[in-house]
């Protein structure tokens, strides 16, 4: 039996999808890359969620593309296989015995679970590395470190092919080299700011395990201007693990992303509310314009 409360909640949820209207519109034909990590790759409920946001992007015209991270399983395999990790500056050396297994988990095992939690959810999904069809090309990015790759050429042809046959892709963050011998780890914030870049994304999403970037007074800063964030850099204010991220946001911006939002994975439908309710989710950075773009604009 219906009660007064259960018509209050279901009105609610239409009022909320009227007001999603002109964000759908908005965003009808626009391509997201999406950068998936942290907690949520390794719990089921969290994966399926955001599995079933990813579909609903794509069912509602958004051309949504998934990239991964993977570091808490590729920890694992290497301790399973007695594969001792070294560290310059903090970093992991990546020499050629740690690349295979980076390769393995990431392509294997990491892509596929994601693949399948999206087909699961209704969606036509495929996995494929930086490797595939050259989508990535990668040089040292320090040689100390090993092969741990900084993208210099990206071919993304293979992505806008399976926009049109309406797949949505899932990239695992494996590069070529020049070489083609080589195989480059690359992060997984690097390799997700250079496709978005490369595909002129209209929005790069930072899925992260903090709510966004933080002012002085550990207030999340809503919206930044790529001024504002170098400015928070220099101060200070952005540090630690903040800084790359911020960085790769930075970098997207100049290579043609309209904007970057740094957000809270752990947060229920984060992609959905920062997409299609105008209070959005964490920290956009973009160059001054208006949220919304006009209807006319191409």
Not at 77 to 87: D, V
Not at 100 to 118: C, F, H, W
Not at 159 to 185: C, H, K, Q, W, Y
Request: no cysteine; hydrophobic share 45%; glycine share 10%.
């Amino acid at each position: 039996m219906r009660t007064q409360k259960m018509d209050r909640d279901w009105i609610a949820t239409a009022k909320t999808l009227s007001e999603a209207l002109p964000y759908l519109q908005r965003y009808s034909g626009a391509i997201v890359v999406v950068k998936f990590g942290g907690n949520a790759m390794g719990d089921a409920d969290a994966m399926a969620e955001f599995a079933r946001d990813v579909v609903l992007m794509r069912q509602v015209g958004v051309n949504p593309v998934v990239v991964h991270g993977g570091g808490p399983m590729i920890n694992e395999m290497l301790a399973k296989l007695g594969i001792k990790s070294e560290f310059v500056r903090g970093k992991r050396v990546t020499d050629k015995a740690t690349v295979e297994v980076v390769e393995m988990v990431l392509t294997g095992l990491v892509n596929k679970r994601i693949v399948q939690a999206i087909m699961d959810e209704g969606g036509r999904a495929v996995g494929l590395s930086g490797k595939d069809d050259d989508l990535m090309v990668a040089v040292a990015d320090d040689p100390e470190l090993g092969f741990v790759g900084r993208p210099v050429e990206m071919n993304v042809q293979v992505l806008r092919d399976m926009f049109s046959a309406g797949i949505i892709p899932v990239v695992a963050p494996v590069a070529t080299g020049m070489d083609p011998n080589e195989t480059f780890n690359v992060n997984g914030d690097t390799a997700a700011g250079a496709i978005a870049g490369a595909l002129k994304a209209d929005r790069l999403l930072l899925l992260t395990d903090v709510s966004g970037v933080k002012d002085a007074s550990g207030e999340v800063v809503t919206q930044l201007s790529p001024e504002q964030v170098r400015e928070m850099t220099a101060e200070g204010t952005i540090a630690g693990g903040m800084i790359p991220k911020t960085e790769t946001a930075l970098t997207a911006l100049e290579q043609g992303v309209r904007a970057v939002v740094i957000l809270d994975g752990r947060l229920p439908n984060a992609s959905l509310l920062e997409l299609f309710t105008e209070h959005g989710a964490g920290s956009i950075i973009r160059s001054s314009e208006s949220r919304m773009r006009p209807r006319n604009e191409t």
